[in-house]
């Protein structure tokens, strides 16, 4: 496959996958329709989430992606000070959201948007407690992956600065952090990217490490079965995008993505985004493409993307 085909595929992935989510968010999964009915408009019967938001409109997640795209693309690095500014931007001016409408913004994400405005250091604005893993830097991550040409070592260290900014834990940076690799080798066409990934991880942090312990203890804990699940905490997030990307289209992806229920729009952004790399653009069904919102704000950043490559 085209590398640049796969590298569109996976930032209008993302985009569809957050765009499909949107109008079924909050809903429990018994309450989601049918899988053949799940599209950017829902049946007529369905009570759809934010009122008003038209069909193909992509929320805060993947306004938050192209911010982060445009910085790295600006700064040439990242940049955690000019990257937390488009996040205000984005907050009190609509900067990268379609029609300029900021909705669906995390508690996590505002309460350190309000910090950053006090003057806090970006990298200290992120709550770094224990309820402090929701899935807001997760799936906004992507881009740093695709962009970046440094090292695993040094992806690894800009995905837990990206993650910082908003959510300081160290869970949920690691978990940026697995899905930056993740990316990495699919688009290196590893036999198996995510064990290559987590193998890549493994080595950099060895046992009795705080890295390694929260990977193997609460992330994926070794022999342990969980549910996947469709809520706001990072690792229900990427133990669905892990599973689900086994799916042989980026269709059924997010469809099912979409059926967990709960945090629909950022479920489907964070493995749509995955399923967007394996299965490229043109694998994106055509009405989904046509009918997405926005070009005009994420057509060039990922132009300029696609530049690099």
Known sequence: MDIKDRIRGG????????????????????????????????????????????????????????????????????DAAHF??????????????VDGRVFDVGIQTADAIRLLRRGVEPLLAG??????NGNGALMRVLPLALWHR?????????????????????????????????????????????AAAVETFGAMFPEETIERTELDTRIFPKNADYEIRGGGYVVDSLRAA???????????TVKRAVALGDDTDTTACIAGGIAGLIHGHEAIPAR????????????????KLLALY
């Open 242 to 252: 892990r599973v689900l990307a086994a799916e042989d289209s980026y269709e059924m």
């Open 150 to 194: 440094g090292t695993d070592v040094e992806l690894v260290a800009d995905a837990f600065d990206q993650s910082a900014v908003t959510h300081g834990h160290r869970r949920s940076q690691i978990c940026c952090a697995l899905y930056c690799l993740w990316a990495r080798r699919i688009v290196e066409n590893a036999e198996n990217p995510w």
């Open 11 to 78: 930032m209008i992935g993302l985009l569809v996958g957050d765009a499909l989510g949107v109008p079924y968010e909050f809903h429990a999964r018994e309450s989601i329709p049918a899988m053949d009915e799940i599209e950017f408009e829902p049946p007529a019967a369905f009570r759809r989430a934010h009122a008003g938001t038209p069909a193909g409109t992509y929320s805060d997640d993947g306004a938050q992606a192209l911010i982060l795209l445009d910085s790295l693309l600006e700064r040439g690095r990242f």
């Open 288 to 303: 989904w493409r046509a009918a997405l919102r926005g070009r005009e704000l994420y057509e060039p950043p990922i132009e």
């Open 127 to 132: 709550g770094a407690d224990e309820y402090s």
């Open 84 to 97: 937390a500014g488009g996040l205000c931007d984005w907050y009190d001016r609509g900067s990268m959201a």
